[in-house]
């Protein structure tokens, strides 16, 4: 059973940066393909970033696209999302995730979860 724990979440004026990390433990890391997705209260978790299992592969929504990096270190069975340009409608929890059956972008293809971390971005 792995363990995923998010961090580096905060409060942030539009325009500026962040950077997320997701600490994976409990399994075997570098065959895990991953993924960022993001909730706000009353609507669906929505897809943010995948990323295949030896980062050679990354997918973005469109909304995030060009603003956002999706990276991971195997070594180090971490996950990173750097946000750069944030809006207000970046804000929300955002939670990492992982498959077993390669990048996936559908909430439930991902068969473990984090426990999020907040993100606000004001203007």
């Known amino acids: 059973q792995v363990q995923l724990v998010e961090s580096g979440g905060g409060f942030v004026q539009a325009g500026g940066s962040l950077r997320l990390s997701c600490a994976a433990s409990g399994g075997t890391f570098s065959s895990y393909a991953m993924g960022w997705f993001r909730q706000v209260p009353g609507k669906e978790r929505e897809f943010a970033a995948a990323i295949s299992w030896n980062g050679g592969s990354t997918y973005y929504a469109d909304s995030v696209k060009g603003r956002f990096t999706i990276s991971r270190d195997n070594a180090k069975n971490t996950v990173y999302l750097q946000m750069n340009s944030l809006k207000p409608e970046d804000t929300a929890v955002y939670y990492c995730?992982?498959?077993?059956?390669?990048?996936?972008?559908?909430?439930?293809?991902?068969?473990?979860w984090g426990q999020g971390t907040q993100v606000t971005v004001s203007s």
């Open positions: 995730a992982a498959s077993t059956r390669g990048l996936r972008i559908r909430k439930d293809e991902f068969g473990y």
